[in-house]
Nanobody, 125 residues
Framework: QVQLVESGGGLVQAGGSLRLSCAIS????????MGWFRQAPGKEREFVCAISWSGGSTYYSDSVKGRFTISRDNAKNTVYLQMNSLKPEDTAVYFCAAPRVQKVIPVFPTTVGSWGQGTQVTVSS
């Protein structure tokens, strides 16, 4: 199992940007695909984006495609989420996620083996 710690959340106006970071420890980070999920009040946790273990493939939900970018730095054991053109509907707690099986892309919550503690992102209108 890996340990995940997110940072970088906060309050931003609509149209603004934030970058989230997720530091990973405990296992060989470079072997893991990684993902980001989010959960708004009263809603289920939903997939945001994911990146393959090599960084060569990325996946996005339709709601964030073209606005968010996931990336990773295997030398720093860190995965990033750059969020641009933020909207009030992006307000949620954002969670970093590592899959149960290292190279499986974590698209569904049931495929996640480790979660971070979450970081709040609030977008004001």
């Amino acid at each position: 199992q890996v340990q995940l710690v997110e940072s970088g959340g906060g309050l931003v106006q609509a149209g603004g940007s934030l970058r989230l970071s997720c530091a990973i420890s405990g296992r060989t980070f470079s072997s893991y695909a990684m993902g980001w999920f989010r959960q708004a009040p009263g809603k289920e946790r939903e997939f945001v984006c994911a990146i393959s273990w090599s960084g060569g493939s990325t996946y996005y939900s339709d709601s964030v495609k073209g606005r968010f970018t996931i990336s990773r730095d295997n030398a720093k054991n860190t995965v990033y989420l750059q969020m641009n053109s933020l909207k009030p509907e992006d307000t949620a707690v954002y969670f970093c996620a590592a899959p149960r099986v290292q190279k499986v892309i974590p698209v569904f919550p049931t495929t996640v083996g480790s979660w971070g503690q979450g970081t709040q992102v609030t977008v004001s209108s």
